[in-house]
Structures are given as structure tokens and as C-alpha cells.
């Protein structure tokens, strides 16, 4: 079974988007921050991560840091969910190693589309 990472601070997105993921058979974990989504990686493996980009404590753009960082963490797909359409910002989570992204609010049927082909992607490296 897939696992996916929800990493958001905001609840009700957290809330929608695990209801939805686990609907489609996806096993799905959260995280509130950065911090706990690092702790959560530290813990099991995750075959997608899905990353906010403005939270508290740690934003998703050290996230992404820390997880280039990392060997076992660096090749895991990433999709940024953010509430700025800002292009500069766009381009800095896909330099960090992002690989796809969402302005919020997003369609679910957006998003189901975009973890497909970001893990579609990933199984063919």
C-alpha cells in the first residue's frame, strides 16, 4: 500500500485531504509542522510526502532542505501545497527538490491527479 505524508497546519485541509487519500486506498499519516513531519520520517518510510509550504516551527521550504540533506529521505517525491500562486516561490520549492505543487485551495481531483504522476514518475527511476 502507498504511504503518503500530509504535512499541513491547518486542520480541516489536513482533515479533507487524509478523508479523501484514504478513500482512494492510500495509507496516509499526518504531521502539523515541519518538526513533526522530520520526526514522522525518522520513524517509517513514506513513499510521497505531501508539504505546506508556510507553517510554524519549520516551513516546508526547510523541510525540503533537511530532506536533501538526508540519503534515505532525499529521493521521496514531494508535492507542495501553498496558498501563494508566487512564481519565485514556485521555482525555489522545485530547485529545493520538489516535485510538483498545488495552490491552494485545490480541487481533490487536482491533487489525486498530481500524486499519480509524481509517483508514476518515481517508480520508473
Known amino acids: 500500500m502507498t504511504s503518503i505524508l500530509v504535512t499541513d497546519?491547518?486542520?480541516m485541509i489536513?482533515?479533507?485531504t487524509v478523508s479523501r487519500l484514504e478513500r482512494e486506498g492510500y495509507e496516509?499519516?499526518?504531521a502539523e509542522d515541519g518538526v513533526q513531519a522530520l520526526a514522522q520520517l525518522a520513524k517509517q518510510?513514506?513513499?510521497l510526502?505531501?508539504?505546506d509550504v508556510m507553517m510554524p516551527n519549520m516551513?516546508?521550504?526547510e523541510v525540503l532542505?533537511?530532506?536533501q540533506k538526508?540519503?534515505?529521505w532525499k529521493d521521496i517525491p514531494v508535492i507542495m501545497l501553498t496558498a501563494v500562486g508566487d512564481k519565485s516561490q514556485v521555482v525555489k520549492c522545485l530547485q529545493l527538490g520538489a516535485d510538483n505543487y498545488l495552490v491552494k485551495p485545490f480541487q481533490i481531483h487536482d491533487l489525486k491527479i498530481r500524486i499519480r504522476e509524481v509517483l508514476a514518475k518515481s517508480s520508473k527511476q
Do not use: C, Q, T, W
Open 65 to 67: 532542505e533537511h530532506l
Open 59 to 61: 516551513n516546508g521550504l
Open 45 to 47: 518510510p513514506f513513499d
Open 28 to 30: 496516509v499519516s499526518i
Open 49 to 51: 510526502i505531501l508539504l
Open 70 to 72: 538526508h540519503n534515505e
Open 9 to 11: 497546519d491547518d486542520e
Open 14 to 16: 489536513r482533515a479533507i
